[in-house]
């Protein structure tokens, strides 16, 4: 999933790039950085996600595989952004790359396929975990079940409300705390021909982030506990989120046609000022605060609960963690080269995004590491958040529940066109009945 799903080129790339990439004659706290691992001979197929075709953090991290693996090539594939099917597809007929990315959802259904390995191993032999921080050991590296699958790529990501600071100047609208703030905040954007909050509700997992935002204020389990059986849609907590993110979207909150819009879509609304608010990832702050600057806001909290009730649940947070990383395929020949290639990619991918996008959640540790740039003042003040935030949900896309993931997506989007609240509640309890025996 990561970066913000966007739309990705295929390509192959070269480490001569990475010379570019302002990397360089940087000090790195890796011990073996540059050292030759293994001079075996090998071309490797790795599938990931990708931004185009210039991707420093890629590049970067395929110059330091060239460092340590001299004579291994890899050619590399673009994963299709469309929730997982391609690779599901190409599981089923043993047509994987040697190295895949995956995220919890596609791993979990991969492992229990027996399409990808157990690292647990591996992580072992490498003492890999001495590389990591403890919230992404804790949160980022064991499945449900007990093993290990994936070399991390993405740290505990925290879902975010962004907004516009100079769009709620002009307007002389609060930066709403409470949901009375928020409603009153979209009805006055909309008497403006703003566009309230910019959504890519085409998209699942932002759905689920949605109305999290809204339940987590009453039920820190979220969609988590209702795809579990452990929550139902009527009862106090999401039958009251329910009402209040009907009310808003009824208000015009979402822009139209927004369970047709990509990510790119609805960036560029909020990017190009034609939203005053977004909700993504605290990875999309690398895309939004070289766009916007100083008037790039972040939420401390999410502005969904009761006025008056603002620290209930205050700091409850979607997202989160997730076993999202670089797995080995059973159809890799030499899996153990395989292993120690995604290991030195995944690592140095996240030093890349630690030091080139100024990413503050990375799972690798980043003692003694300084970023190119300045942090900017909305990753400072999320590294000022990040030990208050809870997660107790997750990511609509990674519910083990799979069925449940599927519906409950079908009911969001019909929620956001037009769909009544009673419809809504009754038919999200079916799904769970349906899902949860």
């Known amino acids: 999933m990561k970066k913000s799903m966007k739309k990705a080129a295929g390509m192959a790339l070269t480490a001569s790039m990475a010379l570019s990439m302002g990397l360089c004659g940087t000090v790195y706290a890796e011990e073996n950085a540059g050292e030759i691992i293994s001079d075996k001979e090998a071309d490797l197929t790795m599938m990931t996600y990708y931004d185009g075709e210039e991707d420093p953090l890629a590049t970067f991290a395929y110059e330091k595989v060239k460092e340590s693996f001299p004579n291994v090539t890899i050619e590399f594939e673009s994963q299709p952004q469309d929730g997982g099917q391609t690779i599901k597809t190409r599981a089923a007929t043993g047509d994987l790359p040697d190295i ?12 229990e396929s027996g399409s990808i390995l157990v690292l647990d191993d591996y992580i072992e032999e490498m003492n890999y975990t001495d590389k990591l921080v403890q919230g992404a050991i804790q949160t980022c590296l064991t499945s449900p079940d007990g093993h290990i699958y994936e070399f991390p790529i993405g740290g505990v990501s925290p879902i975010l409300w962004y907004y516009n600071k100079a769009i709620f100047e002009e307007y002389g609208v609060k930066v709403p705390a409470n949901y009375e703030e928020l409603l009153e905040a979209v009805n006055t954007f909309r ?73 790119d879509t609805a960036s560029a609304m909020f990017i190009e000022g034609q939203s005053a608010m977004f909700i993504n990832g605290s990875w999309y702050i690398a895309d939004a605060e ?56 995944a690592y140095w991918r996240e030093i890349a995004e630690y030091q080139i996008n100024q990413s503050v959640t990375v799972p690798v540790k980043t003692d003694g590491l300084t970023t190119n740039e300045p942090l900017g003042a909305a990753s400072q003040k ?11 949900s997750k990511f609509l896309h990674t519910l083990p529940n799979t069925e449940f993931q599927t519906s409950f997506t079908e009911e969001m989007q019909k929620l956001l066109v037009g769909e009544s609240a009673e419809d809504f509640i009754s038919n999200v309890n079916k799904c769970i009945e349906s899902t949860t025996k």
């Open 382 to 392: 999320l590294l000022e958040m990040i030990p208050n935030l809870t997660y107790e």
């Open 191 to 263: 008497e403006n021909d703003i566009v309230p909050l910019a959504t890519f509700a085409k998209e699942p997992w932002p759905v689920g982030a949605i109305y999290d935002s809204f339940v987590l204020k009453d039920d820190p389990t979220g969609i988590y506990g209702l795809s579990l059986g452990e929550a139902a849609a009527d009862d106090e907590a999401n039958a009251h989120a329910v009402e209040k993110l009907k009310t808003l979207i009824d208000a015009g909150m979402f822009q139209d046609g927004c369970t047709n819009a990509d990510f």
């Open 290 to 345: 070289p766009a916007l600057g100083e008037n790039l806001g972040i939420f401390e909290y999410y502005p969904t609960a009761d006025a008056g009730k603002e620290e209930n649940n205050q700091y409850a947070c979607t997202g989160g963690g997730d076993t999202c990383g670089l797995t080995i395929t059973t159809s890799a020949e030499d899996p153990d080269l395989c292993a120690q290639v995604a290991s030195t990619y």
């Open 100 to 111: 895949l990315q995956s995220d919890s959802g596609t791993l979990g259904l991969l492992a």
